[in-house]
């Protein structure tokens, strides 16, 4: 028989808290039976919003939390105050051992300062990055660190990479993950002091396959599988994937309805291109993991869908069936040296 | 009358050397009469070119220069090796005065270095930076620094903004331009350490309009004019820019190609598409100026076309009637107190 998998979902986070968290989690555990879902928040939204549905009730249950964290709020503050927000009550049943994860759509900062200060991390774990899965023309890049960590060091780096290549190899299922450094150019004398200084341990190091040093460009064309940046390059290589792509995406409507005879193209393209762009679409891909605490906190979109919940409850049994904080663990466990 | 413009062409650099840039040459010296070019390099090879065209002659000379840097060799090395290269002759001559800018296709580290060495800095500016018009739906904006200085500090971003300000609003025409600084969230608490010693220089700057932080998600949606960022954060976002638009529209050309009803549309929507990617095409928009030097030094792209050539000369001349680096030398000119 399979495990069940207890997931702490933040039913108040994002933008279209407490519905689309609510309707992600009832489809998750009627897929799926392995799987057991509490709903962490106000009692009385959660409730209501429920009882559009059908789904078992021995595996979908309310946790009250009666406060919020909005994302106006400064997050060390806020974790250390707000003591009954659904971030703080939901990572408190991970650190417990009530849940195996936390989802959230809410306050990114908050999620993060929670997931170290509530949650805790691996022991040896020196910063827990987030991962953010990124589409590519061949498929999808796993970025490590997309934000959680600025001014991060070339220690934390070289975890980022090793941590990264665990997740991209069991969650995601590629053999062998290329695993690149982002830079200014692929020669070896290229690159700001970080870079400089983490390309060596890169290379040197044994459990990674460490393909160099990739430049932006060729990430959107599938240079490497994991990209490991330092957290704020991270951030802005993330959040300009998100504004270019729209940006684009905007032009090309824009310019499909410029004419008539365009217009008219417009019509006979549109169900082939939807196709298309939605490869290229994040949401498709869950959430981004936050590697290495004792447990599993994945933030989801701040504009998450139900279909992105669900999927994110799914990325949260894979993470738990593949035991990838058991492999991170144990790449951070110093080993007796038998030599 | 008209002053005349002196132009030194890089006529080596750059995949479609000698042919296309001494196409562009020709173009810009038959559109306008204020405008002298020299082509710099191997004399044989550029002369071959000129016969297929009909110019003033007295407008358009070769300069021979016998060597040629590659993109593949250490900028520094060359820079000092190749004393009769034709960045190293073309940027003597603007040290000389006798061209008031030089303009190479060719490699863009030796052409920063060059820079500095042959040509040499503005007395008071630290770091000079490379400014590169980008596209966006309203527009472009400029990326300053996109790549010349990794690690840079908080006094050369200032620096940066200043010099921006003054190209956007004089080259480009942008009243008052919007400066703002790249950065990973929008709060004034946000930022890595560079970024929040930066803020406040910035923000009490009298020379330029600061509107604040700039998330990478809002520069391709026009959310600042003047894009202050460390020469590593810059190029990530430069090459990114090139490669997420290649990586889309390419996908978006695969999804109208994938079915017999959308290939019908994608033969309507073309001309129409065409003409709105031109608009978020960088080529369109001339090379990227080096600021603060004693004189001016343009890179263009790798790929660049006469059509590029051309529109970067025309850019120099621009550059030179609105006395730029005169406005450039006054601000960084200490000033008497007179208070």
Redesign the interface.
């Known amino acids: 028989m399979q495990e069940t998998v207890k997931i702490a979902l933040d039913a108040m986070g994002g933008d279209n808290a407490p519905g689309e968290m609510v309707k992600g989690a009832v489809e998750a555990v009627n897929a799926r039976e392995n799987i057991q879902v509490f709903l962490v928040g106000k009692k009385e939204a959660i409730e209501a919003s429920l009882s559009d549905y059908t789904y078992p009730k021995d595996r979908l249950t309310v946790t009250e939390a009666s406060e919020v964290i909005t994302t106006e709020e400064?997050p060390v503050m806020a974790i250390r105050r707000k003591k009954d927000s659904s971030i703080v009550v939901g990572q408190t049943m991970v650190k417990r051992g009530e849940a195996d994860a936390f989802i959230s759509a809410g306050s990114t900062g908050a999620i993060l300062v929670g997931g170290q200060l509530v949650v805790g991390r691996i022991r040896g774990v020196e910063r827990p990055p987030l991962a953010t899965l990124i589409p590519?023309?061949k498929g999808v890049a796993l970025l490590v660190d997309s934000?959680a960590n600025?001014?991060a060091r070339s220690s934390h780096l070289l975890q980022f990479a090793k941590m990264g290549s665990i997740y991209m190899e069991h969650v995601i299922g590629i053999k062998k993950p290329r695993v690149a450094i982002?830079n200014?150019g692929v020669e070896e004398?290229k690159?700001?002091?970080l870079?400089k200084e983490t390309f060596p341990l890169l290379k040197e190091c044994q459990e990674i396959h460490f393909t160099g040093s990739i430049?932006?460009?060729?990430?959107?064309?599938g240079g490497a599988d994991v990209i490991v940046a330092e957290?704020?390059?991270g951030?802005?290589?993330?959040?300009?994937?998100?504004?270019?792509?729209?940006?684009?995406?905007?032009?090309?409507k824009?310019?499909?309805m410029?004419?008539f005879?365009?217009k008219?193209?417009?019509?006979?393209?549109?169900?082939?291109?939807k196709?298309?762009?939605k490869?290229?679409d994040a949401t498709e891909y869950g959430g981004a993991p936050m590697l290495g605490l004792n447990g599993l906190v994945v933030k989801t979109h701040g504009n998450a869908s139900a279909k992105e919940v669900k999927n994110t409850i799914f990325q949260c049994v894979t993470f738990k069936e593949q035991k990838i904080n058991e492999k991170i663990k144990e790449l951070f466990t110093e080993k007796p040296e038998n030599k």
Chains 1, 2 share one sequence.
């Open positions: 400064a590519t023309v934000g600025v001014d982002v200014v004398e690159g700001n002091a870079v430049e932006a460009r060729e990430i959107p064309h957290g704020f390059t951030n802005v290589i993330l959040k300009l994937y998100e504004g270019l792509g729209s940006a684009l995406i905007g032009k090309i824009g310019g499909m410029s004419t005879r365009s008219m193209g417009a019509l006979l393209v549109k169900p082939a291109l196709e298309t762009l490869e290229f």
